[in-house]
């Protein structure tokens, strides 16, 4: 998956109310300054039954970069707890969640972390139990 053209989104982004399908990428600074309400409003707005007309979700993670500790995932595996813990038993809507192969834009250069996005969630795959996110797997990615 290349997600090179997808738009850069933040977690109150809200998608067109007749979009049918949506690619988005969100940053890992955005997630980690994220509160509770605003996951909450994420969720509800592309996945929930309250997005009935979004029939196709994938999100690609940006990490962030430290040039101390390397790539940055908090934010990211907060974002997929809180799906796991109080989203994923809500619907079955299709939604792939990808950590983008590179990271987020700091002091005007990217790192390539991957040669492709890593697949961290895919609701329809039936490899997965009902959409199991898998947060602690992101520790183990390296550059």
């Given amino acids: 998956m290349n997600f090179q053209n997808a738009t850069v989104g933040s977690i109150d982004f809200s998608p067109h109310a007749c979009c049918k399908e949506i690619t988005l ?5 955005d997630l980690h300054s994220a509160m509770t309400h605003q996951f909450e409003r994420f969720w509800s707005v592309y996945y929930t ?19 101390a500790d390397g ?5 990211i595996n907060r974002f997929l707890a809180f799906f796991q813990d109080r989203v994923a038993a809500a619907t079955t809507k299709p939604l792939a969640v990808y950590i983008d192969a590179e990271t987020e834009t700091a002091g005007n250069c990217r790192k390539i972390l991957l040669d492709a996005p890593y697949l961290v969630l895919n609701t329809t795959s039936p490899s997965q139990h009902k959409a199991a996110a898998r947060p602690a797997i992101l520790a183990g990615l390296t550059y």
């Fill in 25 to 29: 990428i969100l940053n890992e600074s």
């Fill in 49 to 67: 039954d309250r997005a009935a007309s979004l029939k196709k979700v994938t999100l690609s993670l940006r990490p962030a970069w430290s040039e």
């Fill in 71 to 75: 790539p940055v995932f908090d934010g």
